[in-house]
C-alpha cells in the first residue's frame, strides 16, 4: 500500500525558512506561488520579458522577476513551465544559479526521467504534484481544504529532500488531503501512461470510434453525439464519485447487463497488447524522445492532427448543438 502523509507529517518552517522561486504562471504556477505566499513563505516568480502573465502576478500581490534572478535569490526553485521548454530554460537561466544544496523542484517528473534536465550531484531533485488542476489548488487551499498530491525525491544531496518536500507540499494545501510518496519513474510513466492509454488519447478514439459507427450506420450526427460523447461525463461522474459500482448502480439494468457483455468486445486482448507496447515506448525513452523531436521540430504533425479532429463532424455537431446548453460554458474555455 501507498504512504501517506498529512498535516502533522510535515513542518511548515522548514519551506518557511527557505527563498522560494516559481518558475512560470500559468494553471500550477499561479496556485504554487499565491498559497506558498500566503502561508508565509518568501516567494517570488520568475517569468521571461514580455510575458503575458506578469502583469496578473504582479497585481495579485507577487513579486516578479526574470527566471534567472530567482533562481539566484533563491534556494528552492519549483520548474512549472511547459516541460517541453523547461530543460532550455534549465539551461539559460537555473543551472548556474544553483548552490550547494539548493533544491530543484517539478511538479512532473519528465525532464528528470528522461535525462533532458541533469542537475548537478549538489543539490536536491525532488518532485510535488498536487493531483488536480492548478485553479482547484489554489481553490481549495483558500478554503481551508487542498487536493491530495504526490511528492518524490530523485536526488538527495542533503538528506533532507523529502522533508523538504513535505513541508512544501503542506505550504500548498496537499497535506491537508494527503501526500502520497512516489518516485520520479513512476510519476512519469503512469502519467504518460494514463493520458494516453485512458484519459485522453483511449477515451477520444472511443468517442470517435463510437460516433462514427452510428453515423455510418444512418443515424443523425446530432444524436450519435449526445450518445457518445455528451453523455460520457455523467457517467464519468458517477465512476468519479463511487467506482464502477456506483455508475452501475445508477444505470439501468439492461445498461449494466451491455456493459458486462459488450465493454470487452470492444477493450480487448489485443487493446490490452497495444496497451503494453505503449507502455514499452514510454518507459524506453521513445515516446519522449519522439515528442521532443515532435515540438522542437516545428509541430508540424501535431497541427496536422488538431486540424483533422477540428474538421471532424463530431466536432462541428458538438459546437452546434452545445449552443443549445445554456450551462456548459463557452467555446473558449
Ligand atoms: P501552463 O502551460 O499553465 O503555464 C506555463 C507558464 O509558463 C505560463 O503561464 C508562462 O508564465 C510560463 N512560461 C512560458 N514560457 C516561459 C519561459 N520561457 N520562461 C519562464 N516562464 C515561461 O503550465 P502548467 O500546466 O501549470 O504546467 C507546469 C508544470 O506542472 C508542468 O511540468 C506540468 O506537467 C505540471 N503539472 C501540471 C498540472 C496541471 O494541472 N496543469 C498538474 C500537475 C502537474
Ligand atoms: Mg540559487
Ligand atoms: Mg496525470
Ligand atoms: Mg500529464
Ligand atoms: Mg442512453
Redesign the pocket.
Known amino acids: 500500500m501507498a504512504e501517506l502523509f498529512y498535516d502533522d507529517d510535515a513542518d511548515l518552517s522548514i519551506i518557511q525558512g527557505r527563498k522560494v522561486a516559481v ?8 496556485a504554487h506561488a499565491l498559497s506558498l505566499r500566503d502561508s508565509g513563505v518568501d516567494v517570488r516568480v ?3 520579458e514580455g ?3 506578469k502583469a496578473k502576478a504582479e497585481e495579485q500581490g507577487l513579486r516578479v522577476v526574470t ?1 534567472a534572478e530567482a533562481a539566484a535569490e533563491a534556494d528552492v526553485i519549483m ?5 517541453p ?2 530543460a ?2 534549465y539551461e539559460e ?1 537555473i543551472k548556474d544559479n544553483l548552490k550547494d544544496g539548493d533544491a530543484l523542484f ?3 517528473g ?1 525532464n528528470v526521467r528522461f535525462g533532458f534536465i541533469k542537475p548537478a550531484a549538489n543539490v536536491d531533485v525532488a518532485l510535488v ?6 485553479h482547484l ?1 489554489r481553490r481549495q487551499y483558500e478554503e481551508g481544504r487542498g487536493v491530495p498530491a504526490i511528492a518524490a525525491v530523485e536526488q538527495d544531496a542533503t538528506g533532507n529532500a523529502f522533508q523538504l518536500a513535505l513541508s512544501y507540499a503542506k505550504a500548498i494545501g496537499g497535506t491537508r488531503a494527503g501526500v502520497i510518496k512516489t518516485t520520479f519513474t513512476e510519476e512519469t510513466e503512469t ?1 504518460l501512461f494514463g493520458e494516453q492509454a485512458v484519459l485522453c488519447g483511449g477515451t477520444s478514439a472511443l468517442v470517435k470510434a463510437g460516433f462514427e459507427t452510428l453515423v455510418e450506420a444512418g443515424y443523425q450526427p446530432e444524436i450519435a453525439y449526445f450518445e457518445c460523447l455528451h453523455e460520457l461525463k455523467l457517467i464519468v461522474d458517477l465512476m468519479y464519485e463511487g467506482g464502477l459500482e456506483k455508475m452501475r448502480w445508477s444505470v439501468s439494468e439492461t445498461a449494466e447487463w451491455g456493459d458486462y457483455v459488450t465493454g470487452p468486445r470492444i477493450i480487448t486482448d489485443a487493446t490490452k497488447a497495444e496497451m503494453k507496447k505503449v507502455l514499452a515506448e514510454i518507459q524506453d525513452g521513445t515516446f519522449a524522445k519522439n515528442w521532443m523531436d515532435e515540438y522542437h521540430g516545428g509541430l508540424k504533425k501535431y497541427d496536422e492532427y488538431k486540424t483533422q479532429d477540428s474538421e471532424h463532424l463530431l466536432e462541428t455537431t458538438g459546437k452546434e448543438l452545445r449552443k443549445l446548453m445554456s450551462w456548459v460554458d463557452n467555446e473558449e474555455a
Open positions: 518558475i512560470g504562471y500559468g494553471s500550477q504556477g499561479h520568475g517569468l521571461h510575458s503575458k502573465s527566471p520548474v512549472l513551465i511547459p516541460d521548454i523547461q532550455q530554460v537561466s517539478f511538479a512532473h519528465f504534484a498536487p493531483k488536480g488542476p492548478g489548488v502519467d
